[in-house]
């Protein structure tokens, strides 16, 4: 079974404060991505990673940065995280580019 | 601009009934397309998926239709379980995968 997993269930930051959202694979996956949900708003992309060191863009890529510098890690990062990035994140990893995405349990950030 | 549409944002059904989620589609370069469920506090999981050069797949409880022309795909669940109770996400894959808003189920027993 594919497990993908993300270092926080459920996170509280300030304004300004830099936040790290780790998301790990074991799967062997080439291609990792971030997205956000919100109510009515399905998953949007952020992120996502075709191979290790290598990033795109995804829809909503502003305020947020990724690195990958290990083939089963793909990490989020809020530089300064603002009130309107509360939501909740979700990592997924896949082994071809079409291929069906495998999902971690999410990571609820709430930004006061 | 939203390529993949859920218009339904809820659908409740009474057990042992179907349930129908529909979602459509902008874009004709879309070649597969999948449904995701999401129960709360969960990731998505992987329900079904079609490829473009079917119309139909069947998994036990749950089929997918494809109408290309119309560029719309529907889930049908028969029977409909208190269990399937969930967020419903469709996804349409071209170079990568694009996601609708979400349909609420709720099965009512």
């Known amino acids: 079974d594919v497990k993908v997993t993300q270092s926080s269930r459920y996170l509280v930051k300030r304004t300004g404060e830099k936040v790290f959202l780790e998301c790990v694979q074991d799967?062997?996956?080439?291609?990792m991505f971030w997205y956000r949900q919100d109510p009515g708003l399905g998953l949007r992309l952020i992120y996502f990673s075709y191979d290790v060191k290598m990033k795109e863009k995804g829809d909503i890529p502003e305020g947020y940065s990724v690195s990958r510098e290990k083939k089963e890690r793909f990490s989020l990062i809020l530089e300064s995280a603002s009130t309107n990035q509360t939501s909740m994140y979700l990592c997924?990893?896949?082994?071809?580019?079409?291929?069906?995405?495998?999902f971690g349990p999410g990571t609820r950030l709430t930004v006061t | 601009d939203q390529q993949v549409k859920q218009n339904s944002p809820s659908l409740s059904v009474q057990e042992g009934r179907i349930s129908i989620l529909n979602c459509d589609y902008t874009n004709s370069m879309f070649d597969y397309f999948l449904w995701y469920k999401k129960y709360p506090a969960e990731g998505p999981t992987f329900l079904i998926s079609i490829s473009s050069i079917k119309d139909k797949n069947e998994d036990g409880r749950f089929t997918v239709f494809l109408n290309k022309s119309a560029k719309h795909l529907s889930l049908h669940i028969v029977p409909s379980q208190p269990g399937d109770s969930a967020v419903y996400f469709c996804?349409?894959?071209?170079?990568?995968?694009?996601f609708g808003e979400g349909t609420q189920l709720t099965v009512n027993p």
């Open positions: 997924a990893s896949s082994l071809g580019r079409e291929n069906e995405q495998y």
């Open positions: 996804a349409a894959s071209g170079s990568r995968l694009t």
């Open positions: 799967m062997d996956h080439e291609n």
